[in-house]
Protein backbone atom coordinates (compact mmCIF):
# COMPACT_ATOMS: atom_id res chain seq x y z
CA UNK A 1 0.00 0.00 0.00
CA UNK A 2 1.46 3.70 -0.77
CA UNK A 3 0.74 6.43 1.68
CA UNK A 4 -1.42 9.41 0.63
CA UNK A 5 0.39 12.35 -0.02
CA UNK A 6 -2.90 14.20 0.97
CA UNK A 7 -5.40 13.29 3.95
CA UNK A 8 -8.85 13.91 1.75
CA UNK A 9 -11.60 14.29 4.58
CA UNK A 10 -15.02 15.06 3.25
CA UNK A 11 -17.34 16.92 5.50
CA UNK A 12 -21.47 15.92 5.11
CA UNK A 13 -24.55 16.62 7.18
CA UNK A 14 -22.33 17.29 10.22
CA UNK A 15 -19.67 14.12 9.96
CA UNK A 16 -16.54 13.84 8.50
CA UNK A 17 -15.37 10.98 6.97
CA UNK A 18 -11.85 10.00 6.18
CA UNK A 19 -10.40 6.92 4.46
CA UNK A 20 -7.90 5.68 6.74
CA UNK A 21 -7.12 2.31 4.72
CA UNK A 22 -8.13 1.29 1.01
CA UNK A 23 -11.18 -0.25 2.68
CA UNK A 24 -11.93 1.72 5.87
CA UNK A 25 -13.29 4.85 6.54
CA UNK A 26 -13.53 6.92 10.15
CA UNK A 27 -16.74 8.46 10.37
CA UNK A 28 -16.55 11.09 12.89
CA UNK A 29 -18.40 14.08 14.43
CA UNK A 30 -16.49 18.03 13.65
CA UNK A 31 -15.23 17.57 17.07
CA UNK A 32 -13.47 14.42 16.12
CA UNK A 33 -15.64 12.29 18.38
CA UNK A 34 -15.42 9.09 16.66
CA UNK A 35 -19.02 7.86 15.33
CA UNK A 36 -17.52 4.69 13.69
CA UNK A 37 -17.09 2.97 10.69
CA UNK A 38 -17.93 2.23 7.01
CA UNK A 39 -16.01 -1.17 5.50
CA UNK A 40 -15.80 -2.07 2.53
CA UNK A 41 -16.14 -5.63 1.79
CA UNK A 42 -14.03 -7.47 -1.18
CA UNK A 43 -16.16 -9.94 -2.22
CA UNK A 44 -19.83 -9.33 -0.98
CA UNK A 45 -23.32 -8.82 -2.93
CA UNK A 46 -23.68 -5.56 -0.25
CA UNK A 47 -20.30 -4.68 -0.34
CA UNK A 48 -20.23 -1.43 2.40
CA UNK A 49 -20.94 -2.11 6.26
CA UNK A 50 -21.69 0.51 8.60
CA UNK A 51 -20.76 -0.28 12.51
CA UNK A 52 -21.06 2.39 15.52
CA UNK A 53 -18.92 2.69 17.85
CA UNK A 54 -20.25 1.42 21.05
CA UNK A 55 -20.41 4.07 24.21
CA UNK A 56 -17.80 2.31 25.85
CA UNK A 57 -15.37 2.39 23.13
CA UNK A 58 -14.63 -0.98 23.63
CA UNK A 59 -16.29 -2.63 20.80
CA UNK A 60 -19.03 -2.10 17.55
CA UNK A 61 -21.98 -2.69 16.73
CA UNK A 62 -22.99 -3.70 13.10
CA UNK A 63 -26.05 -1.31 11.37
CA UNK A 64 -26.10 -4.02 8.46
CA UNK A 65 -24.49 -4.04 5.03
CA UNK A 66 -25.41 -1.46 1.82
CA UNK A 67 -25.63 -1.50 -1.80
CA UNK A 68 -23.84 2.40 -2.05
CA UNK A 69 -21.50 4.20 0.59
CA UNK A 70 -24.04 7.06 0.86
CA UNK A 71 -26.34 4.54 2.51
CA UNK A 72 -23.78 3.51 4.94
CA UNK A 73 -22.51 6.64 5.63
CA UNK A 74 -26.39 8.17 6.27
CA UNK A 75 -27.21 5.52 9.20
CA UNK A 76 -24.73 6.74 11.36
CA UNK A 77 -26.00 10.04 11.10
CA UNK A 78 -29.00 8.83 13.07
Given at each position: MLPR???VVT????LERRQVNPTLWRITRRDGAVVGYVEHLQSSA???RAK???ADRRGF???GDFDDFEDAFDVLRR
Amino acid sequence: MLPRAVDVVTTRRGLERRQVNPTLWRITRRDGAVVGYVEHLQSSARPFRAKRMNADRRGFTSLGDFDDFEDAFDVLRR
